[in-house]
């Protein structure tokens, strides 16, 4: 894989396909490797927080996570498409439905996880589903929470607590886990369980989805406030 460093942070230049084939890598190895979906909001965040700077360095995979990541690898020469989050948890989960892997879906509000759960298993009816929770991203129950989904014998999970929330708790819990890929994942299950739409096929395929959300969900405004600082920088290639 090509590796970009976007405001000096890396990100993969793979699309779907090339990821989805990363993964099966992983997943065919061990041991348990994290794999983060990368947007503006996480490069800006990695250029103020060391920690999670530390955190995209170590991932094994590094997706463009949406129009914006995406866009500031095809001005690297990058050709690669982006590669939503929510379209990752599906195909993921249709790989481990192939290869008889077992999936576990980890975080969101009480029910949402199972709720996604059940839509998943709809559309890829052969899955394999280890386990599913809202569980805790707080430090203090970590060996709980991972002791359970360590228990389940699960070959992957997807962790939905938001970043930078998600991928810590990877990194910290990485070495207690049976699982050869941990996937950081955001919104993605309020998404597959109904609880909040997606935008339509076509706003996503134009670059729109965050326009959508942002009038769905005002709060997000201040956390998109970054996107022009993000665009600046990207345009005038300042580290």
Do not use: K
Not at 147 to 175: C, F, H, K, M, T
Not at 199 to 228: D, I, K, T
Request: glycine letters at 10%.
């Amino acid at each position: 894989m090509r590796t970009v460093s976007v405001l000096g942070s890396p990100v993969d230049c793979v699309d779907m396909s090339e990821a989805l084939a990363e993964l099966e890598r992983l997943l065919e190895a061990g041991p348990c490797r994290l794999v983060v979906t990368v947007n503006p909001e996480s490069l800006m965040r990695a250029r103020r927080d060391a920690e999670f700077a530390d955190v995209l360095r170590e991932a094994a995979l590094r997706v463009p996570d949406g129009w914006g990541a995406a866009w500031a690898l095809r001005r690297a020469g990058c050709t690669a498409g982006a590669v939503p989050g929510a379209d990752l948890a599906v195909e993921v989960a249709g790989l481990c439905a192939r290869r008889g892997w077992s999936l576990f879906l980890l975080g969101g509000e009480p029910g949402v996880a199972e709720a996604a759960g059940a839509r998943l298993r709809g559309l890829h009816p052969g899955l394999r589903l280890a386990g599913c929770e809202a569980g805790s991203p707080a430090v203090d129950d970590d060996a709980e929470v991972a002791g359970r989904v360590a228990a389940s014998g699960a070959d992957a999970v997807l962790v939905a607590y938001g970043q930078p929330r998600q991928e810590l708790w990877i990194r910290r819990n990485a070495a207690r886990l049976p699982a050869r890929v941990a996937i950081g994942v955001g919104g993605t299950f309020d998404y597959l369980s109904g609880r909040v739409p997606r935008a339509p096929a076509w706003m996503r395929s134009h670059g729109l989805e965050w326009l959508y959300r942002l009038v769905r969900q005002p709060w997000r405004a201040r956390r998109m406030a970054v996107l022009p600082v993000y665009a600046l920088l990207v345009l005038t290639r300042r580290g």
